[in-house]
């Protein structure tokens, strides 16, 4: 018997090796972070009224998504340079979902691009690192553009100064720059990516590219992927909003017409990435936010898969967006 036990005792610690080393392999660092902080990630297939689903979500995959409009807000300043809103998503009566919006004077505020490809931080750990007082103190933390299996750039990104992300690319959405001449969200159709960032302090490609410089809705696929979304954009006037929902009612051409029709004057409007990813904080005056994103669920052909992990605790987040005062 003890040898039996022995022999068992001899085979769970080699097939837990190889599960470690497979994962070390294909997903380095981040990885093994993602698999010890909360067990790794897993797609399950769902009906679209399962209770493991929000009930924004579950709105939302109804046969006819209802119409929604943006309920009663305003910009409240917390600071010289920088205003909140909350933007409640109705349909007819009923909130089924919430804007988070933060409009920065660019003039006031520096945007930079930060990538810890090892996972190791969270909302909570990455608001620990960078604080909110004083010149230099960070307001905003986000998550920011996509990232690749070993938590690095997925896209190009240039991080104070640094290039970080894919040399070739064909990007074709948009991309935040930061550079001597300020702060823009630039459309690219027309422009190489290349030449947009050639002198920028900090960028960020993503896509799709929610509102075009044609004032219209740039999501060229639709489709109904849920997810707790994320976008920074540029209005009329040269401001900057950094943009986060609270639930995942939003499908990404639903979220660039509700944008449109939200009299936000937006010049451009750049999605980042979302899902449980989407963590926000925000730390100005007494003006303190701090959300946890849940949800991305996957939608095709009528049939929905939603993602979930084995342990409840915030992700990691490698690929972060930065606000900090000048």
């Not at 696929?221 to 900057?240: C, M, Q």
């Amino acid at each position: 018997m003890k040898k039996a036990l022995s022999f068992a005792a001899v085979l769970s610690t080699l097939a837990v090796l190889s599960a470690v080393g497979y994962v070390w392999q294909k997903h380095g660092v981040y990885g093994l972070n993602a698999l010890l902080r909360r067990g790794g990630s897993y797609w399950v297939a769902v009906e679209p009224d399962d209770a493991r689903l929000s009930p924004a979500m579950q709105l939302a995959l109804k046969p006819g998504t209802p119409d929604v409009i943006a309920g009663a807000s305003s910009w409240n300043e917390t600071e010289p340079g920088f205003q909140v809103r909350e933007i409640p998503v109705m349909a007819g009566d009923r909130e089924v979902d919430r804007l988070y919006l933060n409009r920065f004077d660019p003039a006031e505020f520096r945007f930079v691009a930060r990538n810890e490809p090892s996972g190791a931080k969270d909302i909570d750990q990455w608001e620990a690192a960078l604080k909110p007082e004083g010149a230099g103190g960070t307001v905003l933390i986000v998550n920011g553009s996509y990232f690749g299996l070993k938590g690095e750039a997925d896209t190009p990104f240039v991080s104070m100064g640094a290039r970080l992300g894919p040399g070739e690319y064909d990007a074709k959405a948009g991309v935040w720059v930061a550079n001597a001449s300020g702060t823009h969200v630039v459309d690219l159709t027309g422009r190489d990516w290349r030449a947009v960032v050639e002198n920028a302090e900090n960028a960020m490609v993503s896509y799709p590219l929610l509102v075009g410089e044609d004032g219209r809705n740039n999501v060229r696929a639709r489709s109904n992927w849920l997810a707790n979304r994320t976008f920074i954009a540029e209005d009329r006037e040269g401001r900057i909003i950094v943009g986060s929902t609270k639930d995942a009612f939003f499908s990404l051409d639903r979220l660039a017409n509700f944008l449109l029709e939200s009299e936000l004057e937006l010049k451009t409007a750049l999605n980042l990435d979302g899902g449980p990813i989407a963590g926000l904080s925000v730390r100005s005056g007494n003006y303190h936010l701090k959300h946890y994103a849940n949800w991305e669920a996957q939608v095709l052909d009528g049939k929905v898969s939603l993602l979930q992990a084995p342990l409840d605790v915030p992700w990691g987040m490698p690929v972060v967006l930065t606000v900090e005062r000048k």
